[in-house]
């Protein structure tokens, strides 16, 4: 289990540009993977802000569907 942070200076606030040039990590926000090709290392991948579908190759993949914060407090 976790601990309060108290000192807002010790918090990292993340965002896509910060993953890229930190870690050359890309990240995507409002993207839907519709298949997932394991054997090819590809993705269907649809923009949902554009309705654009295309094809990506990955090197390594990590889905991050997204959280809700306020259920962890409920537990």
Known sequence: ???IITDEKKLLVANAGLFKQRF??????Q???MAIDRAAQAL???NLQTGEVQQ???DALVLSPGADPSAAARN
């Open 31 to 33: 993207h839907e993977v």
């Open 44 to 46: 269907t991948v649809k």
């Open 24 to 29: 050359n990590i890309e990240v995507r926000l």
């Open 1 to 3: 289990m976790g601990s």
């Open 56 to 58: 990506e190759s990955y």
